[in-house]
């Protein structure tokens, strides 16, 4: 299962976050050396969405031929 993905504020790469926080990335682009670098919006908590993900909607009626459960 793929982790959502949000847009970094710091390089406006679209990043998975992981635990409300963005994942560690390395800054757009090519690197001059060896050295690993990460981007300053690594690790930054991710902004909370203006509505939670649903699953189902609770408004689309029932699809026909299902029936209860119990």
């Known amino acids: 299962m793929s982790s959502p993905r949000r847009t970094c ?13 963005f ?3 390395d800054p757009p682009g090519r690197r001059a050396s060896y050295d690993l670098i990460s981007c300053p919006g690594s690790r930054r908590s991710a902004p909370l969405l203006s509505t939670e ?5 609770p408004e689309e009626p029932d699809m026909k031929g299902q029936g209860q459960l119990f």
């Open 9 to 21: 504020p710091v390089c406006s790469r679209e990043i998975a976050v992981v635990g409300g926080r």
């Open 23 to 25: 994942a560690r990335h």
């Open 53 to 57: 993900p649903r699953l189902f909607d």
